[in-house]
């Protein structure tokens, strides 16, 4: 039973689109207005795209992605800064050793970082 059910589910999948199909018609009139005379000059030709083009500028690093940059880059420093700032901060004999240098080191591994991200985006 299952395998009448998928072979008839399959003709009708395969042949519904030819039982039905319809004549397209070869030529569409066109209007004889001046929408008509617009359509029938249209051109999609290459040579015709090149009058749109404007000049070719050098890449101009935009706002956008310099804020972008200085905040990747300073993520990533302040975590570096962080890292950094707990290594050089060990000694301090108390029971969270590192913890104040880090957060010293990922103020200061942040800003820097912000500032080289925006600064080298600016080149």
């Known amino acids: 039973m299952l395998r009448q059910t998928f072979i008839a589910a399959l003709s009708l999948v395969l042949c519904a689109t030819a039982v039905r199909a319809e004549e397209v018609p070869m030529a569409l009139r066109a209007s004889s207005g001046p929408i ?11 040579r015709d795209q090149a009058q749109f083009a404007g000049p070719r500028h050098p890449r101009l690093n935009r706002t956008a992605q310099k804020v972008a940059a ?6 990533a420093g302040m975590f570096a800064g962080a890292m950094i700032g ?3 901060d060990r000694n301090c004999g108390c029971a969270d050793p590192g ?3 880090s957060i010293i080191g990922a103020w200061v591994g ?6 080289a991200g925006v600064v080298l985006t600016s080149r």
């Open 36 to 46: 008509g005379t617009s359509v029938a000059r249209v051109r999609f030709d290459p």
């Open 70 to 75: 200085g905040i990747a880059v300073g993520v």
């Open 86 to 88: 707990a290594a050089l």
């Open 99 to 101: 913890l104040r240098g």
């Open 110 to 115: 942040g800003i820097a970082g912000g500032v």
